[in-house]
């Protein structure tokens, strides 16, 4: 896993026009949960369906993040978007924690979800084995 303290997104780049240091802040968490994941630009292109250049210039905020590509890129990274847009003014730290602790709890939900499919196919199967096959139907 990254240290994001050494990735501390930075928003003093010379005000031009389009650019918002929010958009920077968005990029920059997406580009670290990118690497969080342990994906590179070009597994992150092929889960987006676009190439790596695109990747890169959105993560650096060379191209303007719509809303659409935030959520696709939330997705291909395993994060809510929401994670990404909240509280914007929290320090690279404290969104490492989150990310951090989004995963942890999507990890344990992924279990309990398996475990409860295991038991009700085990359910399943006992119950069907108990229920008497039908007579045929007489025409």
């Not at 050494?6 to 929010?22: E, F, I, M, Y």
């Not at 342990?38 to 292109?45: F, K, N, S």
Request: net charge neutral; proline share 6%.
């Amino acid at each position: 896993m990254q240290n994001f303290s050494d990735s501390a997104v930075t928003t003093d780049r010379p005000a031009q026009l389009g650019v918002h240091p929010l958009g920077e802040v968005v990029a920059g968490r997406l580009r670290a949960a990118r690497k969080d994941a342990g994906l590179t630009l070009q597994d992150m292109a092929v889960r987006c369906k676009t190439t790596a250049q695109t990747i890169q210039r959105l993560e650096t905020y060379n191209m303007t993040l719509s809303i659409d590509w935030v959520e696709k890129m939330a997705k291909a990274v395993g994060v809510e978007p929401h994670l990404l847009l909240a509280d914007l003014d929290a320090p690279p730290q404290v969104f490492a924690q989150r990310l951090r602790k989004a995963r942890e709890e999507a990890a344990v939900l992924r279990a309990r979800a398996e475990a409860f499919v295991a038991s009700l196919d085990q359910f399943l199967q006992i119950t069907a084995e108990e229920v008497a096959p039908c007579p045929p139907a007489s025409s």
